[in-house]
């Protein structure tokens, strides 16, 4: 932490950033001292880790740990409209406006699962797979990643699911999804992740 | 789910929707037959839910619970900068990209836990801190909130966190922000759907 008051401030040919700490950051990283795994349930893994800085200061940290191969959400534009789903989401004990996803099953790619969750969730596969990013949850606490995939080339085509009940459907128009969404309640947060990719992706790409 | 077969389309003044099943979603939920605590630690506890549909299904989920008062996640803007920080993530043992955030302190509003965070984090506090969004994390299996506010009229205001070591502190103006993030690794996905957000408030509000 000796270098920590350096200043930085670079401009590239885009943008502007200024920055503290810029170097520290690249070659130091806090000690993992100990870990250990203090719950498991089926789904989830609790490890708690002392962990030491450079400061000399020790935390500990409680981390929620997936235990499986990560998930995948996934945009389908059919006609210039997105395809969201609302489902029973039982953590809020509430019905949820989110889209097709699911978890990654073993031996299957990405790719697979967003075909598969596709044709499960909302009856369609896709000709055109895109990966957009891989999205960290809440990296402070919970490691949890899922892959956003863009599918377009849709044609109907099913899949039965492990899903409980048929998934609610709603379509809208790419360009209305904003206010859409303000009446919305219950957005999983991923959505809102995903929406943001997507419209800084179709700047780029158009 | 007798009238899930029900096809509705309407149009309001703005947008154009589509739906299935509309009428069902607000008359009908699952019911939650069983609900235990499988595991407890010092910052979570997941809930096994024994659930029950219309359809005669059941199904068994595992959720994670928050044990506080939900969280907040700050966007500061100064000069047309967004302030960002840089801070060690636990649970990816990596420094992840993040606005101001924590959590909510017993008896303390939103907005209290919103300005202390900022002089914390980043050393400012705002004069004009307005609410945007709650956000849910992941609703299907986690029913963490977490408050984004909107801060400006910010002037220099220090106030001693716990945090271990000095915060990385990234100002970036906010027409450049899509670019500098398209070149930064382990975003907290928090930030991602609190910029969707912002964009959407700024369009609405200039």
């Known amino acids: 932490m000796s270098i920590s008051i350096l200043s930085i401030s670079f401009k590239s040919i885009n943008f502007t950033v200024s920055s503290f700490r810029l170097f520290d950051i690249y070659n130091y990283m806090p000690k993992i001292k100990n ?9 989830f893994r609790v490890d708690q880790l002392d962990i030491n800085f450079d400061t000399g200061q020790d935390r500990q940290y409680e981390v929620i740990c997936g235990t499986g ?17 609302r489902e029973y989401a039982a953590a809020i004990d509430d019905y949820s406006l989110t889209l097709p996803k699911g978890k ?5 790619t990405v790719m697979q699962a967003a075909n598969r969750e596709l044709q499960e ?4 596969k896709s000709g055109n797979l895109e990966f957009l990013y891989l999205l960290d949850l809440a990296p402070g606490y919970i490691n949890h990643k899922t ?10 085509s099913k899949l039965e699911g492990d899903e409980p009940e048929d998934l609610d459907i709603v379509k809208c128009k790419t360009s209305d999804v904003a206010e859409f969404l303000s009446g919305e309640k ?11 990719i997507l419209n800084n992706f179709l ?4």
């Open 147 to 156: 892959n956003i995939v863009l599918a377009t080339s849709l044609t109907p």
């Open 121 to 124: 969730e909302i009856g369609y």
């Open 104 to 108: 990654i099953d073993d031996g299957e």
């Open 203 to 206: 700047k780029k790409n158009g």
């Open 69 to 85: 191969n990560g998930a995948v959400m996934v945009i389908p534009i059919l006609d210039s409209q997105i395809i969201f789903i």
């Open 186 to 196: 219950n957005i999983d947060s991923r959505v809102l992740s995903s929406l943001y």
């Open 35 to 43: 870990r250990k795994i203090i719950s498991r349930t089926n789904l």
